[in-house]
């Protein structure tokens, strides 16, 4: 009976001392790029999240080159980033286990409402980017691998521009966040590229202003990938793909779609789109 007594003593020592350790295990890594955070998008629906499945989310905000990274290392649960041919490539390597779109917005080109390049209110990029190379108007790039910097890169190329051989003093490296992108050319009065979300939420504004959109080279779609957890046992697989499946349900495609700056809505939900 003694015996007994000690070993239900024992055990209920043992789950008390075990539940806080289980609280707390009920937490995943987000990797994610800076816009879904600077933004304040996951300010909005990770609380809903939480409140329906008592899941917390612990946000890494990184440009997505750095967060594909940090997914690679196991350093996260999701990835929720915006570079799709680099999210194909990290589930086809076997580091993610399937990619979903979620949404998307665009890409829109800031500058000065003196607009020294003479783009302001057009709809083409490459026409936009090719009178910046040519009047050598200051542009501010990001330079951080993340995917508003390679949607960048990518419409220097469709200009026919070799950036890395063309780029001049005019052309200002920062490898930082669009947050502080946006900063420095709102400081120094000059051209850049931004997601239009992260652009809304931007309160330092200065004398900048949106001068050319509508491009659909600018389109920016989103995707969301559970970290393979047969590469990185430790992945949280449960509470991860938790999140995954929420996010791209009606209600979580719900609450993305809900979240606006100013009556604007930032963000388009897209789960359903084939191929987005």
């Known amino acids: 009976m003694l015996t007994r007594r000690i070993v239900i003593a024992i055990g209920a020592i043992a789950l008390l001392t075990a539940s806080p350790a289980l609280a707390q295990d009920k937490s ?60 194909e490539k990290f589930v086809a390597d076997g580091f993610g286990v399937k990619r979903f779109p979620v949404m998307y917005n665009d890409f829109v080109l800031i500058g000065p409402k003196s607009d020294p390049a003479g783009i302001k209110g057009g709809t083409d990029a490459i026409k936009a980017f090719t009178a910046l190379k040519d009047k050598a108007a200051v542009f501010i790039s990001r330079g951080d691998k993340s995917g508003t910097h390679a949607a960048e890169l990518d419409l220097w190329k469709a200009a026919s521009i070799d950036i890395a051989k ?36 931007f309160k330092n504004r200065g004398d900048l202003e949106i001068l050319v959109a509508g491009d659909q080279r600018m389109f920016n779609q989103y995707g969301v990938m559970l970290v393979n957890p047969a590469k990185h046992p430790h992945v949280k697989q449960d509470l991860g793909q938790a999140l995954v499946d929420w996010l791209i349900s009606a209600e979580g495609q719900k609450a993305i779609a809900d979240y606006k700056v100013g009556g604007e809505q930032l963000f388009f939900p897209n789960a359903t789109v084939p191929g987005a």
């Open 166 to 201: 063309d780029k001049g003093a005019w052309y200002r490296e920062i490898g930082q966040g669009m947050g502080a992108a946006l900063n420095t050319a709102s400081a120094s009065n000059a051209y850049v590229l931004s997601d239009r979300a992260t652009w809304l939420s």
């Open 28 to 87: 995943i890594v987000v990797a994610s790029t800076t816009s879904t955070q600077d933004s304040g998008l996951f300010g909005h629906i990770l609380p809903l999240f939480k409140a329906k499945t008592g899941i917390d989310v612990k946000v890494v905000s990184q440009g997505t080159g750095q967060a594909i990274d940090t997914g690679r290392r196991g350093d996260a649960d999701v990835l929720f980033v915006h570079a799709k041919s680099q999210e």
